[in-house]
């Protein structure tokens, strides 16, 4: 059974760091792009950073740039993304999925992780 399993969420303070994990069972992630999403309470999901397959293109959207940083561990059939200086408005449910494209988009991937839920919060 292929499927993609979000960790690391959990309540952090503004300007603390959180980790986020996404790892792979029933396939192995290195043929595919990785993308992380997230999604805030009424508001559409949006994509926050992808990572080409093998990992040497990387890209993470503006309104982020700076605070957040994908990686992979293909040995560890794993990616990341690494959360910095967080503000209460990355407050969400990320996601992450793959699939055969390096894109933001959400039409891009195949595969979904049930997501993990993020408050940035005092």
């Known amino acids: 059974q292929l499927q993609l399993v979000e960790s690391g969420g959990g309540l952090v303070h503004p300007g603390g760091s959180l980790r986020l994990s996404c790892a792979a069972s029933g396939f192995t992630l290195d043929w595919y792009a990785i993308g992380w999403f997230r999604q805030a309470p009424g508001k559409g999901r949006e994509g926050v950073a992808c990572?080409?397959?093998?990992?040497?293109?990387?890209h993470v959207v503006d309104a982020v740039k700076g605070r957040f940083t994908i990686s992979r561990d293909d040995a560890q059939n794993t990616a990341y993304l690494q959360i910095d200086n967080a503000k209460p408005e990355d407050t969400a449910v990320y996601y992450c999925?793959?699939?055969?494209?390096?894109?933001?988009?959400?039409?891009?991937?195949?595969?979904w992780g049930q997501g993990t839920q993020v408050t940035v919060s005092s």
């Open positions: 990572i080409s397959s093998g990992g040497k293109n990387t």
């Open positions: 999925a793959a699939g055969e494209h390096f894109s933001t988009m959400t039409q891009a991937y195949d595969y």
